[in-house]
């Protein structure tokens, strides 16, 4: 198991809209696949993730993966948490979208 | 069924598909779900976490307060992709929370999705305290008058600790797709070999372990489809009819008594379908390919 | 024998048949022999050294004919040539540990390919070559003719008539090139009856039939479960369906194997269906009988399917669609591998499939260092065949767009289906294939490449599409290669500003710019959830499998 932290640079959420629940959940703890937390952050320019997973050594993989994701969407002001249980970057992306996208109240 | 027109067959959403707080959100009247200890309230599980294995924020089970058809309901909601939705010292301990709840709160019944293995081994003897808690749990709320009732439609079923648990219940609601058995289908193949029970032969374990089989036996009160919709109108229909009369020793006689009947009766059979046909069912093989509707139609001719 | 040794023989072959036919017939061996004298009979007509085709593809296996000659006394039968479209069981491995064969041409080996790299590595085999299906049963036309077959059938005539059934596959290739060469043809079947459904196989062309004491061996290698159908792999789909079916209209052709594809299969009634691609895509297929595919039918999405082989538990649905599947007079469906695989070759506009790993040059390949699999019919299907003359739309659209406009000739769509990692974070995209490193360790003149990188015209990936018939040098190509693999070392390792211009000439595409929303990515697009959906769309006529169900 690796626990990673990261604090990204992120465009702030959109305020009109505004937070319509205290945190959103994502997706399970199974094999191939991860649950993804968003709740309210500290600071507004940044996306603060913190990752337990049960795959050593892919902390690049991490970083690279959450940085493009916090440059490419209003995730500013968020803290993310997530249980990973070896899914991979195709699916850790579609549950961070979806994610967010529950937690901000996106229409579909 | 929508299936009479093959082209225009769309499957409904699936309860079996649906993860634990998708069952429940489609489950209860809209917007009344309130969930208690939500994440990240509690601590993941201290057992995983020494085994460095991570963790879920609910510990696999969520539990809350809602409507169903206006009347104050307690759920719990076990999600079984997680460690197979086995039970561990926080699950459990979430599920007891609230089943002792309903002894403050009298709601018009209990709810438990159950969607489980059973006891959760990593955590050794607290998983097998929080079942036995639950266990507790469930008669002390019985005995207060509470209907508990045991939904059964996930893809791990109800096996060890947990289908004692739903035997425990009120009523048990299955659908098709649900399983209910004490030892799981490869615990028992582990055990006593591949001859005397192949696991891997899935149309078998469903003879022998789901829901069709469960009904016609009468362990399962309802057989709905496989859709959060139905699984409401059952728990509906349920919460009309429920007797909530808490067991006395003379039902509970009766009901040790016709165990044994039922064993005496089968004891020689090997298979679901030979049970089927010890029930009076005369085409057993048709059995697993009828609609909800049409099995239904055809326990209500049985002999008695 | 007193003729001059000058005076030509022309019937040596004939001769040595008469010989074999001779010696079983002194050991009471006729037309129809008991299964418990199966060992007698092939040690009676199979000479050491011969060539011997023994039938077994991914699907239908002669199990039993394929034991009782691992049975055989290597002293009588030694130093045999096999001839195989697919080494699948292990009693085909035994053959070469027990020293009864010695050398091999085959197409595929996916089960056994440990046993079989450890037989090369350790020189108790010799592979003459690893071909494709097409390419093995040419060459039993050409130079690899067999002296002895050993088939299987579903059922005989009292005559020796066979009827193959629906399961009809390699048979036929096999057959002629050994009946018609005074070979000798040996089949096994599951049942005797007074009179056949219809004739497969004429008893003019059989020598020996063996009824086996259990039905021949069918695996059911085509039915995916649409439970493990992922959202990733739905979000795929979605992409290839409108960002290549759609903007090529793609009307004939095949799908690979697997999960991937079986989306795609399944969105087409609905997620294909909502943007009116009905009648404008998929009308036409060389595929086996896909229970995956039965939603497209039953929406009328399908025209016609020409099939390899067919699958467990379909024969009454295919049956029962006469118009959409090739049947007989007697209702049942007929396969063909060697005509579907012409079919799949050249008359089909698009071939789209998995692989384990794809290089910078676009090679792609299942091969693992450890393993000697081979590619079946992949290879015929996705390739961009040059003998082609016939026009149609999708075919001179991608040469149009391969020669800026200045195409003489059409081109194949050839397109590779991936998420970027496979399970256990594996990367596809590579540097360097594994299948070099597998040439180097085996000694063999060839890496064993499945789709070469001249032939692919598209990836798809969870990050986009790749067009890579838009790219005008290697070094664009290898850029829209690294633009669509995802986070791995090869996708890392892209020039962002060469990409970002590859996506301004829609060489790269991503799900944003063909107006898709990954987050509509999900399970409930699929028109089947499950096996029994699949079931419920056929009116009950699909039949699967016992391990496939859950009721």
Known sequence: MEKLEFTLPACAAPASRGFTQSFALCGVVASGNLEVLVGAGAAASVCEISVTTSARGFAPIWQALLSEFAAQNPAGGTRIAINDMGATPAVVSLRLGQALCEYLGAER | ?304 | MNAPVSTPTWDSRRQARARRLHRAESLGLARRVPAGRSVALLEAVIEPGDRVCLEGNNQKQADFLASSLADCNPAVLHDLHMLMSVLALPSHVDLFERGLARKLDFSFSGPQANRLARLVQDRRIEIGAIHTYLELFARYFVDLTPHVCLIAAHAADAAGNLYTGPNTEDTPAIVEATAFKSGIVIAQVNELRESLPRVDVPASWVDFVIVAPRPNYIEPLFTRDPAQITEVQVLMAMLAIKGIYAEYGVKRLNHGIGFDTAAIELLLPTYAAGLGLKGKICTHWALNPHPTLIPAIESGFVESVHCFGSEVGMDAYTAARPDIFFTGADGSMRSNRGYSQTAGLYACDMFIGSTLQIDLSGNSSTATVGRLAGFGGAPNMGSDPHGRRHASPAWLKASREAADGKAIRGRKLVVQLVETFREHMEPVFVERLDAFALQEAMGAELPPIMIYGDDLSHIVSEEGIANLLLCRNPEEREQAIRGVAGFTPVGMARDKRAVESLRERGIIRRAADLGIDPRLATRDLLAARSIKDLVRWSGGLYAPPSRFRNW
């Not at chain 2, 696999?60 to 307060?65: H, K, P």
């Not at chain 2, 039970?87 to 089943?99: C, N, S, T, W």
């Not at chain 2, 059979?269 to 239904?296: F, H, M, N």
């Open chain 2, 1 to 304: 069924m929508n299936a009479a027109l093959p082209g225009a067959f769309t499957p409904a959403p699936s309860f079996f598909e649906a993860t634990a707080r998708q069952r429940v959100q489609q489950l209860l009247d809209a917007g009344s779900w309130r969930e208690f200890l939500p994440p990240p309230t509690l601590a993941s599980s201290p057992h995983l976490a020494a085994l460095d294995m991570p963790g879920a924020f609910d510990d696999g089970v969520i539990i809350g307060a809602g409507l169903l058809g206006a009347k104050a309901v307690l759920v719990a909601a076990q999600e079984g992709r997680f460690m197979g939705g086995a039970v561990g010292e926080i699950h459990g301990a979430k599920i007891v929370g609230l089943l002792r709840r309903a002894l403050a709160e009298k709601p018009a019944a209990v709810l438990l999705l159950v969607d489980s293995g059973g006891v959760r081994l990593h955590e050794a003897n607290a998983g097998l305290i929080a079942v036995s808690e639950i266990m507790r749990a469930v008669l002390a709320a019985r005995a207060a008058r509470i209907a508990v009732l045991a939904l059964i439609g996930g893809s791990c079923g109800a096996f060890g600790g947990m289908a004692i648990v739903c035997s425990l219940c009120s009523a048990v609601l299955m659908s098709e797709e649900g399983r209910l058995g004490l030892s799981g289908p490869e615990v028992i193949e582990t055990v006593m070999g591949f001859e005397e029970f192949d696991a891997r032969d899935r149309a078998l374990v469903w003879r022998v372990t789901g829901g069709k089989h469960r009904y016609l036996m009468g362990d399962s009160a309802d057989l709905v489809e496989d859709s959060s919709a139905a699984f409401r109108q059952g728990v509906l229909d349920c919460l009309g009819s429920q007797d909530t009369a808490p067991a006395t020793l003379a039902s509970l006689r009766a009901t040790q008594k016709g165990l044994r009947a039922r064993m005496t009766r089968f004891s020689s059979c090997r298979d679901g379908s030979e049970v089927w046909a010890g029930l009076g069912i005369s085409a057993p093989q048709d059995v697993p390919l009828l609609e909800r509707d049409a099995l239904i139609g055809l326990k209500k001719g049985l002999p008695a």
